[in-house]
């Protein structure tokens, strides 16, 4: 393939469109997430459900962007894109990304890098455990969009692999668990106080049974205190 598309020029100038290789490599993503079921959820999320996000946080000019769950890129992507659409420049938009898998780290970067933006800060780490610094402080952000991993298993860790700034999780930190509500905290706390986040989680997040009351009165705390609105419901169609 290499030796095939060195013979071409993939200049801008000389392709249909200027973002025409990213638009490539993002099908080839989809096409693989969609071949892979439900595991390819964990590193692309369907661009409508992309779109409508970024429309709900309105990303503007000079805004710092993060997503904790950064899989293949595409909500950083579909933010710089919104602001040019609408008339503003991007280049001052600050970006940022976080992901433990390596191997979707790199087809982030990679991702990123075919649509001209080669300058986010992407770490390749837990977010939960490791989350971005600044100066040595937790990092936070004007805007957060992000699809964590659904139900995901987690665990606080131990004396040797401790978890950094758990005040971030004043609500609910049990030793081990689901980490959906983990995922939410951790968001809040790097969210500024005049930003807006938008996420996805489960049904389970709302509505799954059994569950210890600590975990149900931090469901309350969270959605009556920090004005959560989780009445958007996304539901795969059939056929």
């Known amino acids: 393939m290499i030796e095939h598309f060195d013979k071409r020029s993939l200049r801008n100038e000389d392709l249909e469109f200027p973002d025409l290789l990213g638009a490539a490599y993002e099908y080839l993503i989809y096409f693989f997430a969609d071949s892979a079921g439900k595991k390819g959820g964990e590193f692309y999320t369907p661009r409508g459900v992309v ?11 000079r805004m710092e962007v993060y997503d904790a769950c950064v899989g293949s890129g595409g909500m950083l992507i579909l933010s710089k894109q919104h602001i040019e659409e609408h008339g503003g420049n991007s280049r001052d ?3 940022y990304g976080q992901d433990n898998n390596g191997g979707v780290w790199a087809i982030c970067k990679m991702n990123l890098l075919l649509h001209g933006i080669p300058n986010a800060v992407l770490q390749n780490d837990d977010t939960l455990m490791v989350p971005i610094k600044e100066g040595g402080n937790l990092k936070h952000y004007d805007r957060i969009l992000s699809n964590p991993p659904f139900s995901q298993n987690y665990s606080r860790g131990n004396k040797d692999n401790d978890m950094e700034f758990k005040d971030r999780f004043r609500v609910f930190c049990p030793t081990s668990g689901k980490a959906d509500l ?5 968001m809040l706390a790097v969210l500024k106080q005049d930003g807006i986040m938008a ?10 049974g059994g569950v210890p009351k600590s975990e149900v009165d931090a469901k309350q705390e969270l959605f009556t205190s920090h004005g959560f609105d989780p009445m958007t419901l ?5 056929g």
């Not at 996420?199 to 799954?208: A, D, E, I, K, Q």
């Not at 996304?234 to 059939?238: A, F, G, N, S, T």
């Open 51 to 61: 779109k409508l996000m970024v429309r709900i946080v309105n990303p503007q000019e």
């Open 93 to 95: 938009l600050r970006l």
């Open 182 to 186: 983990m995922f939410a905290q951790h």
């Open 199 to 208: 996420t996805v989680m489960p049904h389970g997040v709302l509505f799954r």
């Open 234 to 238: 996304l539901q795969r169609r059939k």
